[in-house]
């Protein structure tokens, strides 16, 4: 009501200057009955139609005559509970409401709805309980040195020199209390490739107390009736193996872990742009570089330099990750062996030795080279050099100098050997064939 006024006056006050002009121009006062409508809506902006209607008025603004008036009778009246109903379980679809008043017997149409749903807006509950007062603000998160880390994948798609393209992910963990970053890249987001990289940013970083994560498959099945995250069996022993505790994140609740997201959208927009890609192992090593020089800068928001805060509180109080043979194992993943000598690792195929009986092997990225073991990781039976491409990569010592010459198989041939009938049974007798080959017949 106070802006319609506002609006009213600031119009009154726009003709009236008009009027006065044109009374300055002309040299004496105009009369208002004859007043050039052409040149008042010069002057004012508005259009003829408007200008007739405030003449009529004497060129006061006056107004409406429904303003400020509500019906008493509306087409919503008597339906009111059933929609109020809806908003307080969360309902905002006016399609639904509208959907919902027609079978409570509403005549009205979808617009007086969507109304409705705008101004009662309040009677919705909050997507967000505090457990304290906020005084209407949302809860910004403090922890102490080490005591979280967030983490997250982020995919990209990049084009080489060739103008192929393929799309990569992106493991970025952050130190939520001094800003330390990890990044690495991987050709997917497969579990393994969260160990690894989990591993590599542990041993550069520390353990924390615990890491906020998102709801992904690799971590978490699901939820109980409780709420409770149902852990998946790798992650639960991959978790007890290292010494630390994942916290799930709420879904489509980002700015829970908003430093480990920013991060991610940095790492596009800085470390990625003009960047020319080759292969996954030296955008790791540009990334690893990269890294150094962001934790050796000041961070205005942290008041710190990431590298400096990192090493005299969060690395003393995260502790280091001690690397032993069981967390070695997930270094290297395990893979079978195929009839023919070879193991698929981040979709290429690499030769195994012929004298390594085993089933199962560990494959293993370490810089340019692919070290392959036997299942317990006591001893390597070969290496291969670290390509991109899809062709095979053959081992020398494979298969044995002589190979032995396959020997076809004999032929099967299908005997049907003869049963005899029973002797006198009569239901049978039309179908004694034997006799009938004694007669010849």
Same mark, same amino acid.
């Given at each position: 009501?106070?802006?319609?006024? @506002?609006?009213?006056?600031?119009?009154?006050?726009?003709?009236?200057?008009?009027?006065?002009?044109?009374?300055?121009?002309?040299?004496?006062?105009?009369?208002?009955?004859?007043?050039?409508?052409?040149?008042?809506?010069?002057?004012?902006?508005?259009?003829?139609?408007?200008?007739?209607?405030?003449?009529?008025?004497?060129?006061?603004?006056?107004? &409406?005559?429904?303003?400020?008036?509500?019906?008493?009778?509306?087409?919503?009246?008597?339906?009111?509970?059933?929609?109020?109903?809806?908003?307080?379980?969360?309902?905002?679809?006016?399609?639904?409401?509208?959907?919902?008043?027609?079978?409570?017997?509403?005549?009205?149409?979808?617009?007086t709805v969507k109304n409705y749903v705008r101004? &009662?807006?309040?009677?919705?509950?909050?997507?967000?309980?505090?457990?304290?007062?906020?005084?209407?603000?949302?809860?910004?998160?403090?922890?102490?040195?080490?005591?979280?880390?967030?983490?997250?994948?982020?995919?990209?798609?990049?084009?080489?020199?060739?103008?192929?393209?393929?799309?990569?992910?992106?493991?970025?963990?952050?130190?939520?209390?001094?800003?330390?970053?990890?990044?690495?890249?991987?050709?997917?987001?497969?579990?393994?490739?969260?160990?690894?990289?989990?591993?590599?940013?542990?041993?550069?970083?520390?353990?924390p107390e615990h890491v906020p994560t998102d709801?992904?498959?690799?971590?978490?099945?699901?939820?109980?009736?409780?709420?409770?995250?149902?852990?998946?069996?790798?992650?639960?022993?991959?978790?007890?193996?290292?010494g630390f505790r994942t916290k799930l994140c709420?879904?489509? &609740?980002?700015? $829970?872990?908003?430093?480990?997201?920013?991060?991610?959208?940095?790492?596009?927009? @800085?470390?990625?742009?003009?960047?020319?890609?080759?292969?996954? $192992?030296?955008? @790791?090593?540009?990334?690893?570089?990269?890294?150094?020089?962001?934790?050796?800068?000041?961070?205005?928001?942290?008041?710190?330099?990431?590298?400096?805060?990192?090493?005299?509180?969060?690395?003393?109080?995260?502790?280091?990750?001690?690397?032993?043979?069981?967390?070695?194992?997930?270094?290297?993943?395990?893979?079978?062996?195929?009839?023919?000598?070879?193991?698929?690792?981040?979709?290429?195929?690499?030769?195994?030795?012929?004298?390594?009986?085993?089933?199962?092997?560990?494959?293993?990225?370490?810089?340019?080279?692919?070290?392959?073991?036997?299942?317990?990781?006591?001893?390597?039976?070969?290496?291969?050099?670290?390509?991109?491409?899809?062709?095979?990569?053959?081992?020398?010592?494979?298969?044995?100098?002589?190979?032995?010459?396959?020997?076809?198989?004999?032929?099967?041939?299908? $005997?049907?050997?003869?049963?005899?009938?029973?002797?006198? @049974?009569?239901?049978?007798?039309?179908?004694?064939?034997?006799?009938?080959?004694?007669?010849?017949?």
């Amino acid at each position: 009501m106070e802006s319609r006024l @506002n609006e009213r006056n600031d119009l009154q006050d726009i003709i009236d200057k008009a009027l006065s002009d044109m009374a300055e121009d002309a040299g004496h006062p105009i009369d208002l009955a004859d007043v050039n409508l052409a040149e008042l809506r010069r002057r004012t902006g508005l259009t003829r139609s408007r200008l007739r209607t405030i003449q009529k008025n004497g060129f006061k603004v006056r107004p &409406h005559a429904n303003t400020g008036r509500k019906a008493g009778v509306t087409k919503m009246t008597g339906h009111e509970r059933v929609a109020d109903e809806l908003l307080a379980k969360g309902v905002t679809n006016s399609s639904v409401v509208y959907e919902r008043l027609v079978a409570d017997g509403y005549k009205g149409g979808l617009t007086t709805v969507k109304n409705y749903v705008r101004a &009662h807006m309040s009677l919705v509950p909050a997507k967000r309980k505090t457990t304290a007062p906020q005084g209407g603000r949302g809860q910004r998160f403090h922890t102490k040195p080490g005591q979280a880390y967030q983490m997250d994948w982020g995919f990209v798609n990049l084009e080489d020199k060739a103008g192929v393209r393929c799309k990569i992910a992106c493991l970025a963990m952050i130190c939520h209390h001094c800003g330390t970053c990890y990044v690495e890249f991987f050709p997917n987001a497969r579990q393994e490739n969260l160990f690894i990289g989990m591993v590599h940013a542990l041993m550069a970083m520390g353990v924390p107390e615990h890491v906020p994560t998102d709801n992904m498959r690799s971590v978490a099945l699901h939820r109980d009736s409780e709420g409770r995250p149902v852990w998946q069996t790798d992650h639960a022993a991959f978790m007890a193996c290292v010494g630390f505790r994942t916290k799930l994140c709420k879904p489509r &609740h980002p700015f $829970t872990k908003g430093k480990v997201e920013r991060l991610v959208r940095y790492v596009k927009d @800085n470390f990625l742009a003009g960047r020319d890609f080759h292969d996954i $192992t030296q955008f @790791n090593e540009e990334a690893l570089a990269w890294c150094a020089r962001q934790g050796g800068s000041c961070h205005r928001a942290l008041d710190c330099v990431p590298a400096d805060e990192r090493g005299s509180k969060c690395l003393p109080a995260a502790g280091a990750l001690a690397v032993g043979d069981e967390v070695a194992m997930y270094l290297c993943p395990r893979r079978r062996v195929t009839f023919d000598g070879f193991v698929s690792y981040e979709g290429r195929r690499l030769g195994v030795p012929y004298w390594y009986d085993g089933s199962v092997c560990r494959v293993s990225r370490e810089g340019e080279c692919l070290h392959v073991y036997s299942e317990d990781l006591a001893r390597e039976l070969c290496v291969h050099p670290v390509t991109w491409g899809r062709k095979d990569s053959f081992c020398e010592d494979r298969h044995v100098d002589a190979q032995p010459c396959e020997v076809p198989s004999q032929p099967v041939r299908a $005997t049907v050997p003869r049963v005899e009938l029973p002797a006198g @049974n009569p239901a049978l007798a039309k179908f004694d064939l034997g006799g009938m080959i004694e007669d010849g017949r």
